[in-house]
């Protein structure tokens, strides 16, 4: 079954350095979405990007995020200058059609010391 | 009020024991609706849609009330392989989707 990758798995940096967390979603999958996961909270939605655009995103997707579709297969979540609130599990998610469900990568955990 | 609010658990029952999860949600224009689960530090895995006319595979149930914007999942013959956090999901226009903080089992032997 085709599936959503991720890397790296873990990030350390350091705050106040840029950091960019990678995706590869499944590959005729239209729509892509960044969520995060702080630590013994609930998932919450960052961005959504289809047709090459941002289509939403949420109060916490400030400046300091970007996101980008370099090539036809990666997806990148940008964090250009990292706070220690920053730390959390980042999902990234595709889907094929506007209804279908989800499908997530496996994670990237981020710690910023 | 909660956009996506579910029990608050943790739920501790024995295998073989029959399993309720209840959600409610408040945006009246979601569109979709999952459960999802999550077991520790991992990624959310898709459990099932949630239909209006409720539907099934094998031991889950899951069951949507529009009206009262309330979304069930049962899980009869709870297995040790049934522990996990199980998560309530609903999407609105676009795909965005909304989590419950989610609602932890533990199936003791």
């Known amino acids: 079954e085709p599936e959503v990758t991720q890397t790296p798995s873990h990030q350390v940096t350091q705050m106040g350095q840029e950091v960019i967390l990678r995706c590869v979603p499944i590959?005729?999958?239209?729509?892509f979405y960044w969520y995060r996961q702080i630590l013994g909270q609930k998932v919450e939605f960052l961005v959504s990007?289809?047709?090459?655009?941002?289509?939403?995103k949420s109060e916490i997707f400030d400046d300091q995020f970007s996101v980008e579709r370099p090539d036809g297969s990666n997806f990148t979540l940008k964090i250009r200058s990292t706070k220690l609130e920053d730390s959390a599990m980042y999902f990234c998610?595709?889907?094929?059609?506007?209804?279908?469900?989800?499908?997530f990568g496996d994670g990237t955990r981020l710690s910023i010391l | 009020r909660k956009e996506v609010e579910q029990d608050p658990g943790p739920f501790n029952v024995p295998e073989g024991a029959t399993v309720a999860f209840n959600c409610t949600y408040s945006?009246?224009?979601?569109?979709?609706f999952f459960w999802y689960r999550q077991d520790c530090r991992k990624e959310p895995k898709l459990l099932m849609s949630?239909?209006?006319s409720g539907n099934e595979d094998g031991r889950f149930t899951a069951q949507l009330n529009r009206a009262s914007q309330y979304i069930s999942l049962l899980i009869r013959d709870s297995k040790l392989s049934d522990s996990a956090t199980y998560l309530c999901?609903?999407?609105?226009?676009?795909?965005?989707?909304?989590f419950g903080q989610g609602t932890e089992l533990s199936v003791k032997p």
């Open positions: 998610a595709s889907m094929e059609f506007a209804v279908e469900p989800q499908h």
């Open positions: 590959s005729n999958h239209l729509y």
């Open positions: 990007f289809y047709n090459n655009e941002i289509s939403e």
């Open positions: 945006n009246s224009a979601s569109q979709s």
């Open positions: 949630v239909y209006s």
């Open positions: 999901v609903v999407s609105l226009q676009g795909g965005k989707l909304i």
